[in-house]
């Protein structure tokens, strides 16, 4: 067809030349109108083009990230993280490693984890169920990025060893290159040459010490007692447990640990015969864990000279003969945990704590009226604000006694059995009656036996200001409780439900079936692990 056929309205007769004339703005304006009318195909081909220029140009490789929500799901663990999109390809390596650093180092730990040990390799990465060498499995990009980066494999948590994992550890510590290492070895049997052999793999790399877990029977002091004072400058933190070993050894590996001198967390448990060594740098310490001491006068005495302590762990502690006089200030304490005190009243009579926001009491037996009393004087006496509260089930009866000096709670941790339906009902927010817990934002549950619908009652009567909500139950026996709990969580409640926790310590082996010969190592109960480390 000729232009003329398709376009003769804007076409004038053949002049004397035999040629056409092109009127141009009556053109422009059919131009327009076409585009107009065609704006939405055009735009898909604008767009279809933009993205070839980009594909040819190799751009689509620093296309920006959604990081909206990044703040949220940092605080899921990351083996229950779902991917959505497989982009972690796209990824530059920096943001890749961080990701698998995060995955193989995060905390994923669940409230069982409390009470009970569930161990299912006897080589990992920490509490992650996830190692090194399951990410070197999904891609040969995956692989690379993996073997270059020493860090990723800087955490090694050996329990148990057989003889051959000694060659494998020995791998895992050449993958770490240079770079401070996170160690722990468990012992529970003896003799154990493997454990042996390891331990003295671990000591040779001595000078790269930055956290270390020991727990160690005496068939295996022979590895450490080469190391001398000065040997690890570099560890910040550690968890011994040592059985059966030689007075002189212990107190020299003790000198070798306390040498550091970025030393800030300690934790000998038993290891000491329940005295305060002489050798620390007690100034620089902002974690201690104390296990069976007396509170004596001596013992606040040097806990006095920690001026940076943050954190401070106490399990067991006895009345002493020479009882505190008069209460020690911690201008820097954020974070106390009383583990089964001869009583709380010791306590809480020995400590003003101005700046405590973190209090975890538990005795497995509900707090006397004495202790009550203490803790409210306690309170009075700091000027603290306490925000997150830990507490036995038992002692919910306590919460009215408490309740003017609990109004800055915003996390309530319930530790142990709850089975009193009129001790939890102390927690429900009714129209007229004053609230025991005002600024409650996050409840922790650990075993809740209650007759179904209390749960959901009390969680319901406080659905507008919850917003987390973790219980440990048998959820087939509750179906109104798993029912107003779901109702929560498409409010947008962060609700978490997982089987109920062991009543006592129990730590136990779970048999890998894939390997030939494996078979399930008997289940040990631990009445309490703290006293028998």
């Known amino acids: 067809m000729s232009i003329q056929g398709s376009l003769p309205w804007i076409y004038t007769p053949k002049n004397k030349h035999g040629a056409f004339h092109l009127y141009w703005n009556t053109f422009l304006s059919y131009a327009t109108n076409t585009l107009k009318a065609n704006q939405s195909k ?9 993205h070839i220029i980009q594909w040819i140009l190799w751009k689509h490789h620093f296309s920006p990230i959604d990081t909206s929500n990044a703040l949220e799901w940092l605080t899921i663990p990351a083996y229950c993280v779902i991917p959505q999109t497989d982009f972690i390809n796209r990824l530059p390596n920096e943001l890749l490693t961080k990701i698998f650093s ?15 040990r569930q161990i299912m390799r006897r080589i990992s990465s920490g509490s992650s169920p996830t190692t090194p060498i399951v990410l070197t499995h999904v891609c040969q990009f995956w692989r690379d990025t993996v073997h270059n980066t020493p860090t990723l494999w ?3 948590k050996v329990v148990c060893p057989v003889m051959t994992d000694v060659e494998y550890v020995s791998f895992l510590l050449d993958m770490t290159g240079d770079c401070p290492l996170t160690l722990e070895l468990e012992q529970y049997m003896t003799p154990d040459p ?15 010490w930055k956290n270390v877990t020991f727990t160690l029977f005496g068939y295996v002091q022979e590895a450490f007692s080469s190391m001398r004072p000065g040997d690890v400058g570099a560890l910040e933190s550690y968890r011994v447990r040592v059985h059966s070993w030689d007075m002189n050894r212990l107190e020299t590996f003790f000198q070798v640990l306390h040498s550091s001198p ?55 502690i006895r009345r002493s003969y020479e009882p505190v006089s008069s209460p020690v200030i911690f201008s820097h304490l954020t974070r106390l945990i009383c583990d089964r005190p001869d009583n709380f009243e010791i306590i809480f009579n020995a400590f003003t704590l101005p700046m405590l926001s973190e209090l975890e009491i538990t005795d497995r037996k509900a707090l006397t009226l004495g202790d009550a009393k203490a803790l409210t004087d306690f309170i009075d006496r700091s000027g603290c604000d306490v925000t997150t509260f830990s507490i036995d089930g038992r002692s919910l009866e306590l919460f009215p006694q408490l309740r003017e000096h609990l109004t800055k709670v915003i996390t309530l941790n319930i530790l142990s059995n709850i089975t009193s ?7 429900m927010k009714e129209p007229g009656e004053i609230d025991v817990l005002p600024s409650l934002r ?9 007759e179904d619908g209390t749960l959901a009652d009390v969680i319901w009567s406080r659905r507008k200001e919850l917003l ?18 779901g109702w929560l969580e498409q409010d947008g409640t962060l609700v978490s439900i997982h089987e109920p926790v062991a009543s006592h310590s129990t730590f136990y082996f779970l048999a890998n079936n894939k390997i030939r010969g494996s078979d399930m190592v008997p289940m040990v109960y631990f009445p309490d692990a703290d006293e028998l480390w």
């Not at 995060?102 to 009970?116: A, E, G, I, Q, T």
């Not at 493997?194 to 790269?208: E, G, M, P, T, Y």
């Not at 996050?442 to 209650?450: A, E, G, K, T």
């Not at 973790?470 to 798993?482: F, G, H, L, W, Y």
Request: charged content about 20%.
């Open 42 to 50: 055009l735009q898909i081909i604008l767009n279809e083009t933009h």
């Open 102 to 116: 995060h995955v193989l180092h995060s905390d994923s730990s669940s409230p069982k984890d409390r009470f009970c």
């Open 154 to 156: 800087s955490t090694i």
């Open 194 to 208: 493997a454990s042996l052999h390891i331990a003295q793999l671990f000591v040779s790399k001595a000078s790269r």
């Open 262 to 316: 970025v030393l800030h967390t300690v934790d000998w448990g038993k290891s000491l015969d329940a005295s305060m060594p002489e050798d620390v740098s007690w100034s620089r310490l902002v974690e201690i864990t104390l296990h069976l001491m007396d509170l004596s006068q001596s013992t606040m005495s040097t806990l006095s000279k920690c001026e940076s302590l943050k954190t401070l762990r106490m399990r067991r």
């Open 421 to 427: 339906a009129n001790d939890f009902r102390r927690l």
């Open 442 to 450: 996050n409840l922790i549950l650990h075993n809740c036996y209650l």
């Open 468 to 485: 987390s909500v973790q219980v440990c139950m048998e959820a087939e026996k509750a179906p109104r409780d798993c029912l107003t709990l």
